[in-house]
C-alpha cells in the first residue's frame, strides 16, 4: 500500500533519514522500531507531509504522494495522529471527535437561514458517529469528560478515535504505548486490532514496547542510523545478531 523508495532527510550535513526503503503491506500491522535517533519519527514526517524529503519517493497504492501535504493526504484518508493540542483541552471527548471532518456547510461561509436545515443534518450525523467511535472503543463513560483531564492513554485512545470519525485507510501511530498502564494498553491493542481486523484499517506504529510490538505487529521492521536493517517477524528480529548489536552498541 506503501512503498518507500531510497528516502533521504538532511538536516544541514545531519543525514537524519540516510535511503530508507520498505513497503507497507495492506491489511498489516507493521511495526517500525529502532535505537534512538535511528530516524524513526524523521520518516513518520516524511510519509506522513509534515517533512519534505531532501531526496527519494514515496507511493500509495501506485500513486506518487511525495511531499504531499497532510490536508492531501487526509482526503486520501492516510492519518498520523497527533497529541490533542492544548486549545482542545477544554473540550470534552466528544466535542473534540466532532471536531474532525472538514468541509461541513457552516465552516467558512455565511451560514444563510436556508443551510440551517443542512447543517442541522450534518451534526446529527457527526454526533451519531461520535457515538459509535465512543461504544467501539469503550469509552463511552468520558464523552462529557474535559479532554485535558484524561489521563495518557485514555488520551491515546481518543487520539485513534479521530481517525475512526474519517474512516481512515492507513494509520501512522507514533509511540502510542507510552507511558501507558497495562490496562488501557490493552484496550488500546484491542482497538488497533479489531480495527485491523474488521474495517480493514493498515496501521504502521513506532513502538518501543517489545510485547505489544509482538502482540500486533507483523512485519517488524527495523531502523538503525537511518536505514532499514532488518525486517521480519518479531521472533526473527529478536535473534537477528546486527539488530542485537545496533541496540546494544547505543
Ligand atoms: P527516532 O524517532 O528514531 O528516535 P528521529 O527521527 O527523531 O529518530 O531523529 C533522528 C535524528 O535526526 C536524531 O539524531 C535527531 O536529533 C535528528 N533530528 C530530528 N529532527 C531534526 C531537526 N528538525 N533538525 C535537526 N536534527 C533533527
Known amino acids: 500500500m506503501i512503498v518507500v523508495t531510497d528516502v533521504h532527510k538532511h538536516f544541514g550535513g545531519f543525514r537524519a533519514v540516510d535511503g530508507a526503503t520498505l513497503e ?10 529502532g535505537p534512538n535517533g535511528a530516524g524513526k519519527t ?29 490536508h492531501t493526504l487526509f482526503h486520501k484518508r492516510l492519518l498520523r495522529t497527533f497529541q490533542i493540542a492544548h486549545e482542545f483541552g477544554s473540550m470534552s471527548v466528544r466535542e473534540n471527535l466532532m471536531m474532525v471532518p472538514g468541509g461541513q456547510s457552516g465552516e467558512g461561509l455565511m451560514a444563510a437561514w436556508f443551510q440551517r436545515a443542512r447543517i442541522a443534518d450534518e451534526e446529527r450525523a457527526l454526533l451519531k458517529k461520535a457515538d459509535e467511535v465512543l461504544d467501539f472503543l469503550t469509552i ?16 491515546k485512545l481518543l487520539e485513534l478515535g479521530r481517525t475512526m470519525m474519517v474512516d481512515a485507510k492507513i494509520v501512522f ?36 514496547d517489545m510485547d505489544f510490538i509482538g502482540r500486533l505487529c507483523d512485519p517488524v521492521i527495523v531502523m538503525a542510523e537511518g536505514k532499514v536493517l532488518a525486517q521480519g517477524t518479531i521472533d526473527e528480529i529478536k535473534n537477528n545478531d546486527a539488530v542485537i548489536e545496533a541496540y546494544l552498541g547505543t
Request: charged share 20%; with cysteine.
Open 42 to 70: 524523521t520518516l513518520f514526517n516524511v510519509i506522513a507531509g509534515v517533512l519534505p524529503p531532501t531526496s527519494g519517493k514515496v507511493t500509495m497504492a501506485g500513486d506518487d504522494i511525495t511531499g504531499l501535504p497532510p
Open 140 to 155: 463511552d463513560h468520558l464523552k462529557d469528560e474535559k479532554a485535558g483531564n484524561l489521563s495518557g492513554g485514555q488520551k
Open 24 to 33: 507497507i503491506k495492506e491489511g498489516s500491522i507493521t511495526g517500525l522500531i
Open 173 to 208: 501511530l507514533d509511540e502510542v504505548g507510552a507511558g501507558v498502564n497495562r490496562t488501557l494498553l490493552n484496550t488500546i491493542g484491542d482497538a488497533i486490532l479489531r480495527l485491523n481486523r474488521e474495517r480493514g484499517y493498515t496501521f504502521c506504529m513506532i513502538e518501543h
